[in-house]
T-cell receptor
Framework: DTGVSQDPRHKITKRGQNVTFRCDPI?????LYWYRQTLGQGPEFLTY????????KSRLLSDRFSAERPKGSFSTLEIQRTEQGDSAMYLC????????????FGSGTQLSVL | QQQVKQSPQSLIVQKGGISIINCAYE??????FPWYQQFPGKGPALLIA?????SEKKEGRFTISFNKSAKQFSLHIMDSQPGDSATYFC??????????FGTGTRLQVFP
């Protein structure tokens, strides 16, 4: 499978716990995005990387959220001290160039905070 | 100014009919307008996209109509099929930077 891969597909956690998601973009894709999607809504932008550099973070991204892309390949998104409001689908996407054209999404990680 | 408003929220169409989904934007600096299709349990997939220098783009049964003066664009699905049943999102971006998505339209095509 040469698409965007996300792991795990589902995560159930208790409020206050930390969780980490992984995204493997399509090989040689320079841009990597994280989005969050709640039921009945469109994806909301969280952050993006150009290679290993994190270029923008949404104001939605509180200081409990941190994302990394250490070698410009895979990326991780960590949520500390999870809250019930963090329950959502977390989507990763990658594109081959320097923008969001031809953006390919993974199938997402569904987070449920109990 | 960063919003993209999408309508209708849901749409029911008979097989063979035309499905039309509309979006409106506020930021006149937006320069890239894609449509995405999402099936349950999957991430969105790029369907078709347009830039503001053209008024229409067609790919197979899918057409984007773009009205720059009205700040609106729409997706037309001709000869709609049951397999087209999915949620459709419009989006917009500036300098093909981050995409701002609409709220989605759930399309159901009945045989």
């Amino acid at each position: 499978d040469t698409g965007v891969s996300q792991d795990p597909r589902h995560k159930i956690t208790k409020r206050g716990q930390n969780v980490t998601f992984r995204c493997d973009p399509i090989s040689e894709h320079n841009r990597l995005y994280w989005y969050r999607q709640t039921l009945g809504q469109g994806p909301e932008f969280l952050t993006y990387f150009q290679n290993e550099a994190q270029l923008e973070k949404s104001r939605l991204l509180s200081d409990r959220f941190s994302a990394e892309r250490p070698k410009g390949s895979f990326s991780t998104l960590e949520i500390q001290r999870t809250e019930q409001g963090d329950s959502a689908m977390y989507l990763c996407a990658s594109s081959p160039g320097t923008g969001s054209e031809k953006l390919f999404f993974g199938s997402g990680t569904q987070l449920s905070v109990l | 100014q960063q919003q993209v408003k999408q309508s209708p929220q849901s749409l029911i169409v008979q097989k063979g009919g035309i499905s039309i989904i509309n979006c409106a934007y506020e930021n006149t600096a937006f320069d890239y307008f894609p449509w995405y299709q999402q099936f349950p349990g999957k991430g969105p997939a790029l369907l078709i996209a347009i830039r503001p220098d053209v008024s229409e783009k067609k790919e197979g049964r899918f057409t984007i109509s773009f009205n720059k003066s009205a700040k609106q664009f729409s997706l037309h699905i001709m000869d709609s099929q049951p397999g087209d049943s999915a949620t459709y999102f419009c989006a917009a971006s500036l300098n093909t930077d981050k995409l701002i998505f609409g709220t989605g339209t759930r399309l159901q095509v009945f045989p």
